[in-house]
Every structure is written in structure tokens, then in C-alpha cells.
């Protein structure tokens, strides 16, 4: 009976014979390299990325990150070397290894306050970035406690290579991209938003007055999320 580990190896075996998934991996390196390396260089040098206002919870947390010493500019420090290590061919598992986790903290963290910053664009590079850690599973792949069996080389000759067109797949990541892009509107009745006029154009006319009270809770209360959507739930 085949094993997982020979099961994961013939998988990532044909994945790496496609040079349209590989034309992809160069794609998702450059465009998570471009993510971090500007938010990177401006801890790097001290400035504040963001220009929401404190009250925001998005705004509260950057305004005490930026104030948190050495550790605000080694977060950038990380940002810029993960970032550097994704362009070089060599270095893209451990630029990948670093990337995840910092991302990943990202993502949570744009989720859990509703930030239309980061809410969208966090979420895909997580998917990229574990996009990356598949395409290079040969690198590190002792790591699971799997049996390999398998004497067929880990990765495809030149001359083994296809380009066929992996429509499949394509057409997942598109289906990802919609549905990261409209998550907000499925799961969220209300949103922050980066300015209080901008949480007042999610207000639709039946409950106007809960709806601002909600946005001035925010914005110009200074309150927490969740005490701002416990407020707003006791009118409704």
C-alpha cells in the first residue's frame, strides 16, 4: 500500500512538472516581496505607516506598536529579510518559512478588527506564501514524521516538464480571490472602515441613527469592536 509520504511526493512531483505552476511560484515571490518590503523599510526607519486615527482599534494597535522600542524596526527588519530571501532561488524555503508566520499574525490581526487595509490582501498572501512552502515540500519535507519509499527523484528533469495548461487550478485561485474579496459582505453586517464618513456610507437608511452611534462609538469614542457591536446588537 502506498504511503502519505509517497502519495505527497507524487503529487509535488507533477505539480513541479508543470511550467505554468512554476511560472506562478515566480509570480507569488515577486508580489509578497513587493508586500513587505515598503511596510518593512518604514519600521526600518521608525515612521508610522498608517494614517488612521487612534480611536480606530486598527489605528490604537499601530499607535502602540510604533512605540514599542527596537522591537517595531526588527519587525521591519524580518519584513525586508524574508522579503529578499523570496527573490533569491536559493532562499525561497526559509524566506517562505519567515514570511508565514509574520503574514499569518497579519491576517488575524486585519480579521479580528475588520481593517479594509489588510482585510483583503492579507489573506491572499497567506494563501501564496503556503503556495510557496507546497511548491518547495522537498526542501523540507523530513520534517514529517511520513515514510518514503519512492527512488524517483524529487524533482522533474527539463526534458519532463509540461505546458499544459493547468485550468483547474487557475480557476480554484480565482474562486479564492472572489471569495476573499467579498468576504466582508458575507460575514460582516458592519464594518469600521478607515474614517468615520467611511462607516457612515455603510448606513442604509432604516437604522441610520444605530448606525452612526456604532461609527461615532468607533471613531470618536475611542470604544473597542467588540464593545461598539455588543452596543449596536441592543438596539437591534
Not at 480554484?172 to 466582508?184: E, N
Request: hydrophobic residues 45%.
Amino acid at each position: 500500500m502506498t504511503n502519505i509520504g509517497d502519495k505527497l511526493d507524487a503529487l509535488h512531483f507533477r505539480a513541479r512538472q508543470n511550467i505554468w505552476l512554476g511560472y506562478f511560484s515566480i509570480f507569488c515571490r515577486i508580489a509578497l516581496a513587493a508586500g513587505f518590503i515598503p511596510s518593512g523599510m518604514q519600521k526600518i526607519l521608525g515612521e508610522r505607516f498608517t494614517t488612521l486615527a487612534i480611536n480606530h482599534p486598527m489605528g490604537n494597535f499601530l499607535e502602540a506598536f510604533h512605540h514599542t522600542g527596537y522591537y517595531y524596526p526588527f519587525v521591519g527588519i524580518m519584513q525586508v529579510t524574508a522579503a529578499i530571501l523570496l527573490l533569491i532561488p536559493r532562499t525561497v524555503t526559509i524566506g517562505a518559512i519567515i514570511y508565514f508566520p509574520i503574514i499569518l499574525n497579519i491576517c488575524i490581526l486585519s480579521l479580528a478588527v475588520r481593517f479594509d487595509g489588510s482585510q483583503v490582501t492579507s489573506p491572499l498572501m497567506v494563501c501564496a506564501v503556503l503556495f510557496l512552502l507546497c511548491w518547495n515540500y522537498h526542501n523540507f519535507k523530513n520534517i514529517f514524521p511520513f515514510n518514503y519509499t519512492n527512488s524517483k527523484s524529487e524533482l522533474p528533469q527539463k526534458n519532463e516538464l509540461t505546458k499544459k495548461f493547468p485550468f483547474k487550478f487557475f480557476v480554484g485561485v480565482f474562486a479564492i480571490m472572489i471569495f476573499v474579496a467579498f468576504h466582508t459582505k458575507i460575514f460582516y453586517k458592519i464594518m469600521p472602515r478607515n474614517t468615520i464618513s467611511d462607516c457612515r456610507t455603510q448606513c442604509d437608511g432604516e437604522n441610520d441613527e444605530d448606525c452612526f452611534d456604532f461609527c461615532d462609538c468607533i471613531h470618536k469614542e475611542g470604544k473597542s469592536l467588540d464593545w461598539c457591536l455588543e452596543e449596536l446588537n441592543k438596539t437591534n
